[in-house]
């Protein structure tokens, strides 16, 4: 009931006032059924603008930490939350992150939309980063479709660091649901998940336009971080990656999903079957890559 209240009458006509969000490919949104919707994390504002464009229900998985802070303004960010149809995920990975993953499956089992940012976090510069196997992992146990959705223009309505956001028009593109039925009964297969997180990720690179970088985004905030806290003075975020970032092409030679791209002698867009260390099993044996 609070999600519908606050999305027809309350937080829906203010925003849509204000912000005038476009959408293209509403039409990919499943009218019934369980699906997962996969998308681009720009800005916190994310997780609201999508919901009040999809005429269904879409509950995301949310941090944990939006969960368990303490204090009168921990407490009702937290209730907030809980209200509004999102789940915490715990992205410190192991027992914990399967944990979350299967509060995930249970909505899935009920038929209905399961919202999750594949890079794990916020970009910290806009562009798109590696994606994590665990939406992969979901997706291949469950058998339910992945519709990709690219966020446009949101880090500019909010970003990271800024509680008032700027009033400009942000847009929403959902693309064609991808179907990875082919790879039933492989779901514990760790290539086949990284191969299936490739795609999801090629997709959203091909809809939002964005720059792709072969590292985690938590990778990169990390460095980030312990560089500022050391008092150097930090390059511009993904810097040391740029020669593993590529940008889709609009021509018709533009790459098929899973292909090679070398970008002064790296690959910009990882191909299907290396594993998340950056090698390549082959014969049973990692190589180096």
Same mark, same amino acid.
């Given at each position: 009931m609070f999600y519908w209240v606050m999305k027809r009458i309350i937080v829906g006509p203010i925003l849509n006032l204000l912000f005038r969000p476009w959408v293209k490919g509403l039409d990919n949104v499943p009218s019934t059924g369980a699906a997962v919707f996969v998308s681009n994390h720009l800005s916190f504002s994310d997780s609201i603008f999508l919901p009040i464009v999809v005429p269904r229900p879409v509950v995301f998985l949310a941090k944990s930490e939006y969960f368990t802070g303490k204090g009168i303004k921990g407490r009702l960010t937290a209730l907030f939350f809980r209200l509004s149809n999102q789940l915490p995920m715990d992205r410190s990975g192991g027992a914990a992150s399967s944990s979350s993953l299967s509060a995930g499956m249970d909505i899935l089992n009920e038929g209905g939309?399961?919202?999750?940012?594949?890079?794990?976090?916020?970009?910290?510069?806009?562009?798109?980063?590696?994606?994590?196997?665990?939406?992969?992992?979901?997706?291949?146990a469950t058998g339910v479709p992945v519709v990709p959705v690219a966020m446009i223009g949101t880090d500019k309505v909010q970003p990271i660091g800024r509680r008032i956001?700027?009033? $400009?028009? %942000?847009?929403?593109? #959902?693309?064609?649901? =991808?179907?990875?039925?082919?790879?039933?009964?492989?779901? !514990?297969?760790?290539?086949?998940? $990284?191969? %299936?997180?490739?795609? #999801?990720?090629?997709? =959203?690179?091909?809809?939002?336009?964005?720059?792709?970088? !072969?590292?985690?985004?938590?990778?990169?905030?990390?460095?980030?971080?312990?560089e500022k806290a050391a008092g150097r003075k930090s390059p511009k975020p993904g810097a040391d990656t740029r020669r593993a970032a590529v940008r889709i092409s609009t021509d018709a030679g533009a790459p098929a999903p899973g292909a090679v791209t070398e970008i002064g002698g790296a690959a910009g867009v990882r191909k299907p079957g290396v594993a998340d260390d950056g090698q390549t099993a082959e014969n049973g044996r990692p190589q180096a890559g």
């Open positions: 939309i399961l919202g999750i940012y594949p890079e794990g976090t916020r970009s910290p510069d806009g562009r798109l980063y590696r994606g994590k196997t665990g939406v992969a992992k979901l997706v291949l956001p700027n009033i $400009r028009r %942000v847009g929403v593109i #959902i693309g064609e649901p =991808l179907d990875f039925s082919r790879y039933e009964g492989l779901e !514990d297969d760790r290539f086949v998940q $990284r191969s %299936v997180t490739d795609e #999801i990720m090629y997709e =959203l690179m091909r809809l939002s336009g964005q720059e792709y970088v !072969d590292a985690y985004a938590s990778t990169v905030k990390e460095r980030l971080a312990a």
